[in-house]
């Protein structure tokens, strides 16, 4: 399965050839809009732990319920240290018999329907008319330690545009690439604060 960049890669395919067919350059532009529905975590907002324990970090990312493992070789690295910032945990650990489990499913889910025929769209008009698609993502981050789990579920969006259509109003633009590990961080930092509410980690 295909992961969001590529998507929007595949997307934009056609508008790059037809750029190039007619000598045009600047018709085509990609930016990438995070949603601010999601609160903006940062380590202040998380309870000391008294006694912090290991931790083993499990994650698959998902695209439509379907693990891509080339997206979860990439993400997981900003996961792990995103949780190692945490400081809620003592250290991190490839397997741990001591401490916890903390098990992060990130599924990919398209909200915009025909995203394919939209940039087929923008392609056909040079880039004058162009679209607007909202990628959503699901995270479900389950800490288990001593036959204990507490489960909580997190959710996202990122909006792009391909060719000339303005971004939703007043969210900053970015990169495609710098736009999802924004996304993948703020899940991240949201599941640990909704699992230390939980009282998960004491």
Not at 61 to 72: D, L, M, S, Y
Not at 83 to 106: C, K, P, Q, R, Y
Not at 108 to 136: E, H, Q
Not at 162 to 180: D, F, K, S, V
Request: proline letters at 5%; glycine letters at 8%; one cysteine or more.
């Amino acid at each position: 399965m295909r992961d969001p960049l590529q998507r929007l890669r595949a997307a934009a395919s056609l508008l790059v050839l037809l750029c190039l067919a007619f000598g045009l350059t600047g018709c085509l532009s990609m930016k990438s809009y995070v949603d601010p529905a999601l609160p903006v975590v940062v380590k202040a907002d998380l309870p000391a732990v008294n006694t912090p324990a290991p931790v083993q970090i499990l994650f698959e990312f998902r695209t439509k319920g379907n693990v891509n493992a080339a997206a979860t070789a990439e993400i997981k690295p900003r996961v792990v240290a995103a949780v190692a910032e945490s400081g809620l945990f003592a250290t991190i650990n490839d397997a741990t018999h001591e401490g916890g489990v903390l098990n992060v499913v990130i599924d990919n889910v398209p909200l915009t329907d025909n995203a394919a025929a939209k940039g087929f769209g923008t392609g056909l008009t040079l880039g004058l008319a162009g679209s607007m698609v909202t990628d959503g993502y699901v995270c479900t981050a389950t800490y288990t330690r001593n036959g204990k789990a507490t489960a909580v579920t997190v959710r996202h969006a990122l909006h792009s545009t391909i060719g000339n259509h303005a971004g939703p109003a007043n969210l900053q633009p970015m990169e495609p690439q710098a736009a999802i590990h924004k996304v993948m961080d703020q899940l991240v930092w949201n599941s640990l604060k909704q699992l230390a509410d939980q009282h998960a980690f004491e």
